[in-house]
Antibody, heavy 120, light 111 residues
Framework: EVQLLESGGGLVQPGGSLRLSCAAS????????MSWVRQAPGKGLEWVSL??????FYADFVKGRFTISRDISKKTLFLQMNSLRAEDTAIYYC???????????????WGQGSLVTVSS | QSVLTQPPSVSGAPGQRVSISCTGS?????????VHWYQQLPGTAPKPLIY???NRPSGVPDRFSGSKSGTSASLAIAGLQAEDEADYYC???????????FGTGTKVTVL
């Protein structure tokens, strides 16, 4: 059974940093691309970042501030978030990607989400 | 802002059929990029409902169906049930922006 378990969320002041982790199990972690998707309170879904074969991709609104990485040996996905802003407040979901090629990818498994609140 | 547009809400009586549209452009749906659909029940994480335009993941009832034409896609729910009350999102890839994009989301209400 595929499981994705996020951790590391919490309250942080504007300009601060936070690192999210996602522990994966139930599938060959290194064989699949992984993404972070976020959802601001009462709002829709927003793709944040993707990692595949150790090549990262980012939405424009996080470029230069967020860094995605993964430790295949520990089956863990990370999202380092720096220079956080109030508008980054959201639930952050860890997701597994499926499909081929890249333009067809969809998100077949989601974690339960980790809440990040940026406020003074 | 989202590049895929959905109606904010749709509603129907139990047993009825409802449809949700997802309108994109020539750089995403119209460029041949597949459309996928997700269901988000209140207070829970989204889950996949339709992938690659019209395929259902294992366990999804055949009451849910998807289609795509031109720069738009649609999700249909036949035989609407109370448990279908949720938010629904479409998702695709934008070949101009080189990002994955979600629709604005549609709230389905069962009357």
């Amino acid at each position: 059974e595929v499981q994705l378990l996020e951790s590391g969320g919490g309250l942080v002041q504007p300009g601060g940093s936070l690192r999210l982790s996602c522990a994966a199990s139930g599938f060959p972690f290194g064989d699949f691309a992984m993404s972070w998707v976020r959802q601001a309170p009462g709002k829709g879904l927003e793709w944040v970042s993707l990692i595949t074969d150790d090549a990262p991709f980012y939405a424009d609104f996080v470029k230069g501030r967020f860094t995605i990485s993964r430790d295949i040996s520990k089956k863990t996905l990370f999202l380092q978030m720096n220079s956080l802003r109030a508008e980054d407040t959201a639930i952050y979901y860890c997701t597994k990607m499926e499909g081929h090629p890249m333009t067809k990818w969809w998100l077949d498994y989601w974690g339960q989400g980790s809440l990040v609140t940026v406020s003074s | 802002q989202s590049v895929l547009t959905q109606p904010p809400s749709v509603s129907g009586a139990p047993g009825q059929r409802v449809s949700i549209s997802c309108t994109g452009s020539s750089s995403n749906i119209g460029a041949g990029c597949d459309v996928h659909w997700y269901q988000q029940l209140p207070g829970t994480a989204p889950k996949p409902l339709i992938y690659e335009n019209s395929n259902r993941p294992s366990g999804v009832p055949d009451r849910f169906s998807g289609s795509k034409s031109g720069t738009s896609a649609s999700l249909a729910i036949a035989g609407l049930q109370a448990e279908d009350e949720a938010d629904y999102y479409c998702q695709s890839y934008d070949s101009s922006l080189n990002v994955y994009v979600f629709g604005t989301g549609t709230k389905v209400t069962v009357l």
